[in-house]
Nanobody, 121 residues
Framework: QVQLVESGGGLVQPGGSLRLSCAAS????????IGWFRQAPGNEREGVSC????????YYADSVKGRFTISRDNAKNTVYLQMDNLKSGDTAVYYC??????????????WGKGTLVTVSS
């Protein structure tokens, strides 16, 4: 069955970096977009970034543009989220998710369980 497993979260100081991984199984990653979302305590879940399978187009929330980079390695069935210059406002549980198909902007059908990122001094 379709599975998405996030890893790479942890505690980091402001200005630091983390790289999150989303390991996919149960389907061929080549044909699907993958999105990253986050949810901070007391807040609604928000979209952070997405990478399509077609033309490898990438999208970013305004709050992370210039600091986060999404990429994919289809051979490893993994999508990454490189997060640099982290701020306290980036503290959240980060989830990866998959829609039905290769385009971003569609509703997500499958979700991972999330990985916690805490940015604090």
């Amino acid at each position: 069955q379709v599975q998405l497993v996030e890893s790479g979260g942890g505690l980091v100081q402001p200005g630091g970096s983390l790289r999150l991984s989303c390991a996919a199984s149960g389907f061929t990653l080549d044909y699907y977009a993958i999105g990253w979302f986050r949810q901070a305590p007391g807040n609604e879940r928000e979209g952070v970034s997405c990478i399509s399978s077609i033309n490898i187009t990438t999208y970013y929330a305004d709050s992370v543009k210039g600091r986060f980079t999404i990429s994919r390695d289809n051979a490893k069935n993994t999508v990454y989220l490189q997060m640099d210059n982290l701020k306290s406002g980036d503290t959240a549980v980060y989830y990866c998710a998959r829609p039905e198909g290769g385009l971003c902007g569609r509703g997500m059908q499958y979700w991972g369980k999330g990985t916690l990122v805490t940015v604090s001094s």
